[in-house]
């Protein structure tokens, strides 16, 4: 199956990336490729990058790669899911209108891969090591959807393979890309976890611009569940909107038709929520968006960090909950619903 392929408009390199294996290679081979290099003193600070409004600047930072090392030793927490974050990459060239990004990275969200991996697995090492003998979770896309560099670096194959070594750890991975090929014959011991993200094919092509189709992505699931990883779906976000329990109802048999269901095979569902400042963002990037945002049909909930959401009323999350719950455990039994949020 041909898969979607991330080629970028430009490629800026921190200098001391070039000190590095992975470095040249990538500067050699992008030159090969006539496409643009540039020089940059930080990826955490990239200048040049065109686009006069908000959403210029959005498509062309999606459109650019930084190649930089990773400097900072420390590992972000990712609770509850993980203990911590593993940074392989940052930011992704799809465009979803409600990428839980949108609000973390700025408006010039530019693609970063890390060319010091052994350095990042090195402190993997040290967490594990401080652990032990619990294991320790790590989450590989936190900041990221890792997959769409990975034909470029292998950074993604090699930490399979590292945390495929580990005794006490796991590290998981969501997607909604499907550059896989090079990941389905690796040692992988079921020490990670694959997920893709999946949504109804209506709202994929309306809401989810330069990423796979959901057949591309069911297949991927398949592909993933045959070379024996541990795998699963998210559904996110899911719109409760008129109609939603015959459109869901028909994803779950779309899902069932195409992808065989091991054993602790994941569901991860989550329902649309939005805060003032996300909202605010993705008007400015789509302002033609259909996305349902209309405050007055939501709930709002305090948040933790002063941001308060709008989610969808009680009794609506409530009649969901009990919804996916009957029919995924009726259509596949044995597979578990992870969280419903
Ligand atoms: S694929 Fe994931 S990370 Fe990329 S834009 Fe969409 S939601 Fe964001």
Not at 72 to 77: L, R, V
Not at 177 to 182: A, G, K, R, V
Request: hydrophobic fraction near 30%.
């Amino acid at each position: 199956m041909s898969r979607f392929m991330f080629i970028p408009k430009r490629v800026y390199f921190e200098p001391e990336a070039l000190k590095y294996p992975l470095g040249q290679k990538l500067h050699s081979y992008f030159s090969s490729q006539n496409i643009p290099i540039l020089q940059t003193t930080s990826h955490n600070r990239v200048t040049g990058i065109p686009g006069s409004t908000p959403a210029e600047g959005y498509r062309e930072a999606k459109d650019t790669l930084v190649v930089g090392v990773r400097k900072s030793k420390d590992f972000q927490t990712c609770k509850p899911s993980a203990h911590y974050q593993l940074p392989i990459a940052t930011s992704c060239p799809g465009k979803c209108e409600y990428c839980y990004l949108q609000t973390t990275l700025g408006k010039k969200p530019y693609l970063r891969v890390y060319v010091n991996l052994d350095d990042i697995l090195k402190q993997a090492e040290r967490y594990i090591e401080e652990r032990k003998p619990d294991i320790t979770m790590f989450e590989g896309s936190a900041t990221s959807d890792p997959i769409p560099v990975e034909p470029y670096t292998h950074s993604m194959a090699k930490t399979i393979e590292f945390f495929g070594r580990q005794e006490y750890a796991r590290i998981s991975f969501v997607s909604k890309f499907t550059n896989i090929d090079s990941l389905l014959d690796l040692e992988h011991n079921k020490h990670t976890h694959m997920r893709f993200s999946i949504n109804l094919p209506d709202f994929i092509r309306k809401y989810e611009h330069s990423t796979p189709s959901l057949e591309e992505r069911l297949q991927a699931t398949r592909e993933i569940v045959e070379a024996g990883y541990p795998s699963g779906l998210m559904i996110a976000p899911i719109f409760l909107e008129t109609g939603w329990q015959e459109d869901y109802g028909s994803l779950l048999r779309t899902i069932k038709e195409t992808v065989p269901v091991p054993d602790g095979f994941t569901f991860e569902l989550i329902t649309h929520r939005f805060t003032a400042r996300a909202k605010k963002n993705i008007l400015d990037i789509y302002p033609g968006t259909e996305l349902p945002m209309e405050e007055s049909t939501r709930r709002f909930k305090f948040g933790q960090f002063g941001y308060g959401k709008y989610l969808y009323p009680k009794e609506v999350t409530d009649e969901a909950k009990n919804f996916f719950e009957k029919e995924i455990s009726d259509l596949f039994p044995k597979a578990k619903i992870k969280y419903f949020v």
